[in-house]
């Protein structure tokens, strides 16, 4: 698939190859169920062009195919299931709309069925399934109709915590070796469903890889909120980065600070722009007057919240967040005001080229 798009403010250029399933991602605004809109023809974009192999799907301000002929299913929030047909009716729906005949329709229903783990419920009406069942037989249905692209608008948005991992799966299963792109706030879609990430901001695609490099080594402040990293960006010293001026950690600045880190392969040349990825859970606290000379990367910092995440409490500092047990929390009486020592070990700090 290939496309070029401008619609009030959104304005990109995407190329998908054959097989490969796209995420992307970006925040609220930038863009991103337009660009779905545009391509399921539910959106008429102001210019462009766009083609799925040899058809053109558009190209504007002539040629425009209609959305039930392009070879595109879109998969939304909501199941969106209609309430009079049963489960297995629904899923006939596209092969019937396709012209085939009632067996063949009920065949290739029960097949998808089963494949997304659903098929006991066939004869049940959609008012009767849980939300995870409900999504699963949407999948069913927009697979059953051997759509060409796969168009995914947040799908695991609406679903109870419980059940989104059993869904995930189910996609994961469903879009392998498949055309498909997927908007997604989760890091975790992207990892477990996509080949490639593409992030969109203010209508524009901002970075573009393979998943593990875009989301590893996160170039945007949206990126690497989303993977739970903080960002920070400088130019690569000898033995790391020195900071940005203007480096903002929760609203604080790091003023030139230097930090050992470990140049990711090939290395940055030295004074070349780059950035490092600091994870919470590789940052130690410790007491604000702790002498351990032998420690690196030691900052000085102030508590500003303390937040339970499962097991254990990521603390919010003024320079860098650390996640640690509640027995360091305690055992270092840690309020917020609490002034402390933060601290990251060189080999857990990748610097690598922007």
Known sequence: MRATLSERGTDIDLSIADGQTVAVLG????????????????????????????????????AWTPPHRRGVALLAQEPLLFPHLTVRQNVEFG?????ASRV?????????????????????????????????????????????????????????????GEVRQTLARALAGRTAV?????ALDAYLLADRVIVMHDGRI????????????????FTAELTGVTLLTGRRSASGIVTDDRTALDGTVLDGTVLDGTATSPAPP???R???????STVRVLRALDPAPDIPNRLPATVRDLEPRGDLVLVRTDSLPALVAPSVVADLALMPGTPVTVAVDPADLPVYAL
Do not use: C, Y
């Not at 901002?206 to 402040?221: E, I, W």
């Open 95 to 99: 092969p019937r709309a396709g012209r």
């Open 270 to 272: 030295i004074g070349s």
């Open 206 to 221: 901002v970075d573009d890889g393979p998943t593990r490099d875009v989301l590893d080594r996160p170039r945007r402040a």
């Open 274 to 280: 780059v950035a490092a990825a600091v994870r919470p």
């Open 182 to 186: 997927i908007v997604s706030h989760d």
């Open 27 to 62: 925040p609220n605004g930038a863009g991103k169920s337009t660009v779905l809109g545009m391509l399921a023809g539910l959106v008429r974009p102001d210019t462009g062009r766009a083609t799925l192999g040899g058809d053109v799907l558009f190209d504007l301000p002539g």
């Open 104 to 164: 063949d329709a009920r065949g290739v229903a029960d097949g998808w069925l089963r494949s997304v783990g659903v098929e006991a419920f066939a004869d049940r009406r959609p008012d009767e399934l849980s939300g995870g069942q409900a999504q699963r037989v949407a999948v069913a249905r927009a697979l059953a109709a051997e759509p060409r692209v796969l168009l995914l608008d947040e799908p695991l948005s609406a679903l109870d915590v419980a059940v989104t």
